[in-house]
């Protein structure tokens, strides 16, 4: 599902409320670096038709415009949020970009969040952390506990080191979402590492935990959806331990 335009929605979001998105990647293509096979946005390869991306000029004249227009509507915006087609922190003028979205955003709708989707691969590039610390919600990716799980699921394209990634993400002292995808193949399913997964969670300890499933069609077959109470007595542990969980089916 292609985001044709650099600001979209609001939509309605099983996690976020109301949400007005805002895509920092091209309008008619798809780049990240992760190829993860539940991606409701497609394969890399098939989103390699439009490589522009939107300058910070561009995403303030796009985000005035909706904000104003949502305003005088009357419309309800929870969250302004980054996450589009791809990695957003891929966007080399992503520290602008946030600067001008919480600027705009204490303009228009002072009571929304402003919350970014990423698979925290770039927060060892300081101008990236020092971006997401300003936000209310940096809401970071973690589907598996070893680089093995990762490239099972995430596909992730260069060298990737899952240590270094959860190294990066302890700067945040717990001032982070972690979002983890629960889902099932032929041959495995992300149940088998709830426990060293929850190990990550008890070391990183994030202000909240985000665990879901899949929702919609995916690039790959076969892949199948957890229910609600599977995963709940997957993360049981945590939520007696005091964990904030919030589990969506």
Known sequence: MMRENTVFG????????????????????KICNFDCIYCECGWNKDGLGDTVLPSARDVREALTSKLEACRA?????????????????????????????LELRDRYYPEAKVSVLSNATRIGKEAVFQALCKVDNPILKIDAPTDEGVRKINQPTGDYSLEKVLENVERFQ???VLQTMFLK?????????AGPWMDIVRRLKPREVMVYTIDRETPQQGLRKYTVEQMR?????????GFNIQIKG
Request: charged share 20%; net charge negative.
């Open 233 to 241: 007595a997957l993360v049981q542990p945590l939520i007696d331990e």
């Open 73 to 101: 509507a009357g419309t309800p915006i929870d969250s302004i949020t980054f996450s589009g087609d791809g990695e957003p922190t891929l966007n080399p003028e992503f520290p602008q970009i946030i600067d001008l979205t």
């Open 10 to 29: 609001p939509i309605s979001s099983r996690r976020l409320g109301s949400s007005l998105g805002i895509n920092l990647l091209p309008q008619q293509g």
């Open 174 to 176: 717990g001032r982070f």
């Open 185 to 193: 193949a032929d041959g495995w399913e992300s149940g088998e590492w």
